[in-house]
Nanobody, 121 residues
């Protein structure tokens, strides 16, 4: 059974940066397509970014394109989300997700517990 643990969330002022990490254990990390979702209070969970298991292709939601960067280090079994130029509307619980596939699906099979990101104006 794979386990996903997020870290790196916190409180930051608008315009600031944070880097989220997702540590994966239990199975071979490089076998998993990975991604990030987020859920703001009172809203549905939404897709943020994904990365193929090979790391050679990424996809971003329009709302974060140009500001966020997803990456993975298969040697460290860890995925990252570098978030720059943060806005108050980025405030949400951010979830790490994984699928035992080449590309992350719209309903990933595995989820982390989430990490809170709060951006103050």
């Amino acid at each position: 059974q794979v386990q996903l643990v997020e870290s790196g969330g916190g409180l930051v002022q608008a315009g600031g940066s944070l880097r989220l990490s997702c540590a994966v254990s239990g199975r071979t990390f490089s076998s998993y397509a990975m991604g990030w979702f987020r859920q703001a209070s009172g809203k549905e969970r939404e897709f943020v970014a994904r990365i193929r298991r090979s790391g050679d292709s990424t996809l971003y939601a329009d709302s974060v394109k140009g500001r966020f960067t997803i990456s993975r280090d298969n040697a460290k079994n860890t995925m990252y989300l570098q978030m720059n130029s943060l806005k108050p509307e980025d405030t949400a619980v951010y979830y790490c997700a994984a699928d035992l596939r080449v590309v992350l699906t719209t309903r990933p099979a595995y989820w982390g517990q989430g990490t809170q990101v709060t951006v103050s104006s």
